[in-house]
C-alpha cells in the first residue's frame, strides 16, 4: 500500500479539521509545518462531516473543506457526509 495526504492551512478551522481526522484515522500521522497542516495515512484518509460537528459544536458543510485544503495526494470519494482520500 502507498500513503495518501491532505494539507490544510494551519488556521483555527483547521485545527477542529485535523482533530476529526485523527478521531477517525487513527493511525495517521500529523505534521505541523510552517503555515500548514500534512495528514497523511497508509491505505486510506477520511474525513467525516459527523465528526468535525462534534469537534466545532455547530453544523458544517463538508464543502467548505476546499476552503482550508492546500493539497491532497490519492484518489477522492466525496459525499455530503465523508471526504476520502484512497489509492485505488
Known sequence: MSK?????QDNEEAH???EALE???PDATVD???AM???ENEGHLVLKRETVEEKMG???DLQS?????VTIGGNVDETDDEFTLSWN
Open 23 to 25: 478521531e477517525d484515522n
Open 16 to 18: 477542529y479539521l485535523v
Open 32 to 34: 505541523y509545518q510552517p
Open 58 to 60: 455547530r453544523d458544517w
Open 4 to 8: 495518501v495526504y491532505m494539507a490544510l
Open 37 to 39: 497542516i500534512r495528514i
Open 65 to 69: 473543506l476546499h476552503v482550508n485544503l
